[in-house]
């Protein structure tokens, strides 16, 4: 009898322990104004995709990549799309109007931060990244590469609504968690 109640309290210790792990890989986000980003983002929005000159092709809003992630690898892909866009998009990208300029240093700032952020979730190995994860951002990646640098860069700052929402929605469920 007392063995019985032993191995329902230790499944019961391992069950909270899975799930304060799991919300431990999610809450890494929760110090992000993604707002205060998506304001700067539609300020420009309009002026950037008026430059783009491949309509029909999506960088990363292909066959789902994102919409497919699990929650166990949203750290991990976040991660690897802020570096994505600090690497590439925003250096590849030339502006010239001053304003449009300023909103996107302003955006790359936030990314910067919140790439420190998730640099801490790593150090404390609460952002893992398994193959799925790496599979999705190889994808983005390959997407980018298959057009010319700076039509590549117009495009992914295009559609980078659809990278904000997809943190906004992460965000969320984890506030709600």
């Known amino acids: 009898m007392k063995l019985q109640h032993v191995s329902l309290w230790l499944l019961g210790a391992v069950l909270i322990l899975c799930l304060m792990h799991t919300r431990g890989l999610r809450r890494c986000l929760i110090s992000t104004d993604v707002h205060h980003i998506?304001?700067?983002f539609q300020e420009i929005k309009r002026a950037i995709q008026a430059k783009d000159t491949f309509q029909n092709v999506t960088i990363l809003s292909t066959s789902e990549t994102l919409?497919?992630?699990k929650p166990?690898?949203?750290c991990c892909v976040t991660k690897n799309l802020l570096a994505f866009y600090v690497d590439r998009v925003f250096k590849d990208?030339?502006?010239l109007n001053p304003q449009i300029l300023r909103k996107i240093s302003s955006?790359?700032?936030s990314f910067l931060y919140m790439q420190k952020t998730l640099r801490r979730c790593q150090e404390q190995r609460r952002c893992h990244c398994r193959q799925e994860a790496t599979n999705a951002t190889r994808?983005?990646?390959d997407n980018y590469d298959q057009l010319?640098?700076?039509a590549a860069a117009v495009k992914s700052l295009g559609e980078l609504d659809v990278f904000l929402a997809w943190i906004d929605k992460n965000h969320q469920e984890t506030s709600a968690a």
């Open 38 to 40: 998506e304001e700067s």
């Open 148 to 150: 010319e640098v700076r």
């Open 139 to 141: 994808i983005v990646h």
């Open 93 to 95: 990208h030339q502006e």
């Open 67 to 69: 919409q497919s992630i």
């Open 72 to 74: 166990l690898d949203a």
């Open 107 to 109: 955006i790359a700032n």
